[in-house]
């Protein structure tokens, strides 16, 4: 389980239910008319914005983000990737058939497979550009959806307090009535600012994160197989990804602040 996204989760719930306990307004946002229309109509929106081929993935993309998929740090990548150079240069490329056992990523294992099966450069490299412009669509068509969700939601709440107004309107000779028709009109805003805000767009900046590290490594492997098969010496390779590993460390930088 992801750690951040677990204290995330119990910090924010913790501290939301202690200021409606506070108050004593937790007892009242139990309101199921408020949670159907916020989240089931956040729901068709979505349904009808996206097609069932995207919308297949969501929850593997929710998964994702509580158990987030162990993909190696950029330097073992590096590392790896430079020491299939030195074998390359040392023993031939045929060699380093006997380390692909433990490559530290899968996409490695296939560029360096192919490459070992002799398929020409150009077509390598066509083939690894596809694999990341595909996987980056992909990634983008799932961070979208819940950046959709976190726009819908709030309008859906404010489509609940109009709806909650005009029932105190029509009840207002009835004050019996009006007290239900209230609870409807300030929850529904309630469930769609938390939902927005505390689920669909966390999810999608956790999914926008971890597709920016996946993309990154898939280029950096890319980027060194290439180099090996045009038989850089281990050095050259090296520096050729060091430039990749400054931009993942600002990435993180600019992620962090």
């Known amino acids: 389980m992801d750690l951040m996204t677990f204290l995330g989760g119990l910090t924010g719930l913790g501290v939301i239910i202690f200021v409606l306990s506070t108050g004593g307004m937790l007892k009242f946002l139990l309101n199921w008319e408020a949670i159907i229309l916020i989240f089931g109509g956040t729901a068709g929106s979505v349904m009808i914005a996206y097609p069932w081929a995207s919308l297949k993935w969501l929850k593997s993309s929710v998964k994702m983000v509580i158990f987030p998929p162990k993909r190696p740090p950029i330097h073992e990548l590096i590392r790896a990737i430079v020491r299939y150079a030195e074998i390359g240069k040392k023993s031939g490329?045929?060699?380093?058939a006997g380390e692909l056992r433990t490559s530290p990523h899968p996409?490695?294992?296939?560029?360096?497979?192919?490459?070992?099966?002799?398929?020409?450069?150009?077509?390598?490299?066509?083939?690894?550009?596809?694999?990341?412009?595909?996987?980056r669509l992909r990634h983008q068509q799932q961070t979208n959806i819940f950046n959709s969700a976190g726009t819908?939601?709030?309008?859906?709440?404010?489509?609940?307090?109009?709806?909650?107004?005009?029932?105190?309107?029509?009840?207002?000779?009835?004050?019996?009535?009006?007290?239900?028709?209230?609870?409807?009109?300030?929850?529904?805003?309630?469930?769609?600012?938390?939902?927005?805000?505390?689920?669909?767009?966390?999810?999608?900046?956790?999914?926008?994160?971890?597709?920016?590290?996946?993309?990154?490594?898939?280029?950096?492997?890319?980027?060194?197989?290439?180099?090996?098969?045009?038989?850089?010496?281990?050095?050259?390779?090296?520096?050729?990804?060091?430039?990749?590993?400054?931009?993942?460390?600002?990435?993180?930088?600019?992620?962090?602040?």
Request: with cysteine; proline share 3%.
């Open 93 to 96: 490329i045929d060699a380093i």
């Open 107 to 135: 996409f490695l294992t296939d560029a360096c497979q192919m490459m070992l099966d002799g398929v020409d450069s150009h077509i390598l490299r066509e083939r690894m550009e596809n694999d990341i412009n595909t996987t």
């Open 152 to 257: 819908f939601a709030p309008i859906f709440g404010l489509l609940g307090t109009l709806i909650g107004v005009v029932q105190v309107l029509r009840n207002i000779q009835d004050p019996s009535k009006m007290g239900s028709s209230m609870a409807i009109a300030m929850t529904a805003s309630f469930y769609g600012i938390f939902s927005a805000n505390f689920l669909f767009l966390p999810i999608a900046s956790k999914l926008g994160y971890y597709s920016d590290e996946d993309i990154l490594s898939r280029e950096i492997i890319a980027k060194g197989v290439l180099s090996i098969y045009d038989g850089d010496v281990p050095w050259l390779v090296s520096k050729k990804l060091e430039g990749y590993l400054s931009l993942a460390l600002r990435r993180k930088a600019k992620t962090a602040a």
